[in-house]
């Protein structure tokens, strides 16, 4: 494979296309006359091999005759066409790669391979998978202390041509409340880019910059401390002083340059968190609403000052609106008897699929000790709230797998037990919000579930 490494953004660079565009849920039928395939990515001890099989409903599927590959963090489907592995490292650039399906009906490797940076969150618009992070600005923006600004690190692979460039946007006060802010997801509808705008808390650089801005002096570290993506230094002040809004940034393409901002006070920020990822949670229906779901994860900070007392909610955009849908509101927390979500996905219409908490969100719960077990459907014009029966109890549940596909009324996901040698694939009747075992992988675990069609 030939590696890509990251070469100077420009805007030219990035206009967008002619190929299909590029999305993590997969629904499209097949076109007559091309072979297609389902496309399973599963671990089997510590090596990762990608499967193709003719049905998810039903069966045992050996491990045997897959294409080999790196274990990946993520497994995005882009259409039809590609899959790609992204994969996630916390100090250094992670190798990630892309594969199609032959003539043959077999998993091959593409050409390139990419050292992307460190992400958080990641996603796809016309031609492009992105990728987002915040971090340390070049060394050219310090301050005369020698202190970096935060900015968005942006990552794009072109899924037809193959090239991967990055950009580097200034994310310093971005909501002009002298917060610096990273993005959860990317979105694309209507032709545009909707991303969740999560505040971070003031960097160093910007409490010097703006002082006027603190509204809680004792919230301003006095030393070094935290580990891992909780760390902190002196003169930082770690997490939003505004907990009980919810912005959302709306782009007119892929250069993430001069927002429209959309702020209501209904809901705390749109996004799911475990470590340092954040996962997205603003999705489109079917006619192009655009739903923006918050799991309140503000409510697990310890200073009462940066709690949320906003419940786990749902708001909407109407679709080409510039505003909040002053009309819908829907308090998820309510009717899950307290509970929040960890993720959400879109799966057609106005159906969209949550991974629930087993528990309600404290002050102080660490993401990596929320057990998140449960599914619903959420049908969004009746706003309803309905949990998946026919799951494994919650008592033997391990994992899910990642990101669900989805088809003809169906929702797939890969789910691994303590009661079962091997992980299995659960379809779900969405508007009866049933699940069903279907094919079971012999396998440690499935990280990715997709379909692929041949194309010459």
């Given amino acids: 494979m030939k590696k890509n490494?990251?070469?100077?953004?420009?805007?030219?660079?990035?206009?967008?296309?002619?190929?299909?565009?590029?999305?993590?849920?997969?629904?499209?039928?097949?076109?007559?006359?091309?072979t297609s395939a389902y496309v399973i990515a599963a671990v089997v001890d510590n090596a990762n091999t990608l499967l193709t099989v003719s049905t998810l409903d039903q069966g045992v599927v050996p491990v045997g005759g897959g294409t080999n590959s790196p274990v990946g963090t993520y497994w995005v489907f882009c259409k039809d066409s590609y899959l790609y592995r992204l994969n996630y490292n916390q100090g250094a650039a992670g190798v990630s790669a892309s594969y199609k399906l032959d003539a043959g009906g077999k998993v091959i490797a593409r050409d390139n391979e990419y050292n992307i940076k460190r992400f958080t969150t990641y996603g796809t618009y016309g031609d492009y998978l992105i990728t987002v992070s915040t971090g340390d600005r070049s060394a050219d923006h310090a301050n005369a202390d020698g202190d970096l600004p935060?900015?968005?690190?942006?990552?794009?692979?072109?899924?037809?041509?193959?090239?991967?460039?990055?950009?580097?946007?200034?994310?310093?006060?971005?909501?002009?409340?002298?917060?610096?802010?990273?993005?959860?997801?990317?979105?694309?509808?209507?032709?545009?880019?909707?991303?969740?705008?999560?505040?971070?808390?003031?960097?160093?650089?910007?409490?010097?910059?703006?002082?006027?801005?603190?509204?809680?002096?004792?919230?301003?570290?006095?030393?070094?401390?935290?580990?891992?993506?909780?760390?902190?230094?002196?003169?930082?002040?770690?997490?939003?002083?505004?907990?009980?809004?919810?912005?959302?940034?709306?782009?007119?393409?892929?250069?993430?340059?001069?927002?429209?901002?959309?702020?209501?006070?209904?809901i705390s920020y749109a996004c799911g968190r475990y470590r340092s990822q954040y996962y997205q949670t603003v999705w489109a229906a079917g006619n192009g609403d655009v739903y923006v779901f918050s799991p309140s994860y503000a409510k697990t900070t310890t200073d009462a000052h940066q709690?949320?007392?906003?419940?786990?909610?749902?708001?909407?955009?109407?679709?080409?609106?510039?505003?909040?849908?002053?009309?819908?509101?829907?308090?998820?927390?309510?009717?899950?008897?307290?509970?929040?979500?960890?993720r959400c996905w879109h799966l057609y219409?106005?159906?969209?699929?949550?991974?629930?908490?087993?528990?309600?969100?404290?002050?102080?719960?660490?993401?990596?000790?929320?057990?998140?077990?449960?599914?619903?459907?959420?049908?969004?014009?009746d706003k309803r709230l309905s949990y998946v029966t026919g799951l494994p109890a919650a008592d033997v549940f391990s994992a899910y797998g990642n990101d669900p596909y989805c088809e003809n009324g169906k929702a797939y996901i890969a789910v691994t037990t303590t009661?079962?040698?091997?992980?299995?694939?659960?379809?779900?009747?969405?508007?009866t919000a049933t699940a069903t075992k279907g094919a079971t992988v012999q396998a440690t675990s499935i990280t990715g579930i997709g379909k692929l069609t041949y194309k010459e």
């Avoid at 002040?237 to 007119?252: K, M």
């Avoid at 009661?419 to 508007?431: E, K, L």
């Fill in 5 to 34: 490494y990251v070469r100077a953004f420009s805007t030219a660079m990035l206009i967008v296309g002619t190929i299909a565009s590029c999305d993590s849920k997969n629904d499209k039928n097949d076109e007559p006359g091309n």
């Fill in 349 to 381: 219409d106005d159906y969209f699929l949550l991974r629930m908490n087993d528990t309600p969100l404290t002050p102080g719960v660490s993401s990596m000790t929320i057990v998140s077990s449960g599914l619903a459907i959420y049908k969004a014009e």
């Fill in 419 to 431: 009661s079962d040698s091997h992980p299995s694939i659960y379809n779900i009747d969405v508007p």
């Fill in 150 to 266: 935060q900015g968005l690190q942006l990552a794009y692979i072109h899924t037809g041509n193959e090239y991967y460039t990055g950009a580097e946007i200034d994310a310093e006060n971005y909501l002009g409340n002298g917060e610096y802010v990273t993005l959860g997801g990317v979105l694309e509808a209507g032709g545009k880019i909707y991303s969740a705008v999560i505040p971070m808390g003031m960097s160093v650089y910007g409490v010097k910059a703006h002082p006027d801005k603190v509204v809680y002096p004792d919230l301003v570290k006095t030393s070094a401390g935290g580990s891992g993506s909780g760390m902190y230094v002196a003169g930082e002040l770690q997490g939003t002083q505004h907990p009980n809004e919810v912005w959302i940034a709306v782009y007119d393409n892929e250069s993430f340059l001069n927002p429209k901002l959309i702020r209501t006070d209904r």
């Fill in 307 to 342: 709690q949320t007392t906003l419940p786990a909610g749902v708001v909407r955009i109407k679709a080409g609106a510039s505003t909040f849908d002053s009309d819908y509101y829907f308090n998820i927390e309510a009717a899950a008897g307290g509970k929040s979500f960890l």
